[in-house]
């Protein structure tokens, strides 16, 4: 039976079996990190700072936010398992401290996280960006703009790499295909692209993830505060688990709250309170599309 989705996307993709491996996984990282509780240390914009602290803790994390390199070394050698860098609302001294971060994070073999928000608009936000060149993120979360923006940045191959301005995703997920492969090529993690239909790719297998709310584009710090839950994953599972189930995760609570919300004030609370609530196995059983 074609479902709605098979028919918006083609025949060559296949709901993942049930009992993949990768399923089991995402299960084990949801739990791990409420048994655990993680950190996840964040460079994050000053717009959406406090959803992204209260999403990474409703899924069970820990959280903690500054705007240094120095702490970011002093975090790497202690409690941090994963750096958390958005480059949403930035100012002169990050032009050394987030690169810094991003060296701590590699020098320590720890998962970094980016997320290029409004990657193309300005020279401190493109100078920022192609210093991490040098020590490319394990996982960019990003919209469909930012994944085209940022592969342009880089001159990656492959990608059709318009440079565009802007915070708000305006382009498809499947716009950004090319740059998302791309990007996973480039720097050997993973890229999840938001939307509708979420996109999660390490440049071999892309994984289409339905469902959500649209109510998330009406609230500041939806994809800000998904970065900082895909660090908290990154703690305890593999970048391409740890995409998938933050991904996953979000698209699950977001259904939910929205059942809940007659309107973008309540249905945040109702959605962090999603956060706390959704199971492992709902998360790990959604619907995931595999090509
Ligand atoms: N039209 C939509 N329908 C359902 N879910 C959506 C839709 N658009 C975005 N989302 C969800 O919202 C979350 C954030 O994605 P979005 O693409 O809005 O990020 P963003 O553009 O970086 O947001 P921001 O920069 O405002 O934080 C993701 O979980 C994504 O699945
Ligand atoms: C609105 C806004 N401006 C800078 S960062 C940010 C949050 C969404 O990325
Ligand atoms: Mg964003």
Redesign the pocket.
């Given at each position: 039976m074609n479902t709605a989705y098979d028919d918006a996307h083609g025949t060559d993709s296949r709901n993942l079996d049930i009992n993949d491996p990768l399923r089991a996984r995402i299960a084990r990282a949801v739990a791990q990190v409420r048994a655990t509780t993680p950190l996840a240390q964040s460079l994050t914009n000053f717009v959406?700072i406090n959803l992204v602290a209260n999403a990474q803790l409703a899924v069970g994390g820990t959280a903690a936010m500054h705007y240094s390199g120095e702490e970011a070394a002093a975090l790497d050698h202690g409690a941090s398992k994963a750096t958390y860098i958005n480059m949403?609302t930035l100012l002169e001294p990050f032009r050394t401290e987030y690169p810094a971060a991003a060296r701590n994070a590699a020098e320590h073999g720890l998962p970094w996280v980016l997320?290029p928000?409004g990657a193309g608009a300005g020279e401190l936000r493109g100078d920022i960006l192609r210093a991490f060149a040098a020590t490319p993120p394990t996982i960019i979360?990003?919209?469909?703009?930012?994944a085209i923006a940022l592969a342009g940045i880089w001159h990656l191959d492959g990608a059709d790499a318009r440079a565009r301005a802007g915070?708000?995703?305006s382009d498809e997920?499947d716009e950004a295909i090319d740059a998302a492969h791309a990007l996973a090529r480039f720097t050997g993690g993973v890229v999840s692209?938001?939307?509708?239909?979420?996109l999660v790719t390490d440049g071999e297998r892309d994984f289409r993830?339905p469902?959500?709310?649209?109510?998330?584009?009406k609230?500041?710090?939806?994809?800000?505060?998904?970065?900082g839950v895909t660090a908290t994953y990154a703690c305890v599972a593999d970048p391409l688990t740890a995409a998938m189930a933050a991904?996953l995760h979000?698209?699950r609570a977001?259904d939910s709250a929205e059942r809940e919300s007659n309107g973008p004030g309540s249905f945040q609370v109702a959605f962090l309170d999603a956060l706390w609530n959704t199971t492992a196995d709902e998360i790990a059983q959604s619907p995931i599309y595999v090509s």
């Open positions: 959406t949403g997320d928000v979360r990003c919209n469909a703009s930012e915070v708000e995703a997920v692209v938001s939307g509708a239909v979420d993830l469902g959500g709310s649209v109510w998330m584009t609230i500041t710090g939806a994809g800000c505060s998904l970065g991904a979000y698209n977001a």
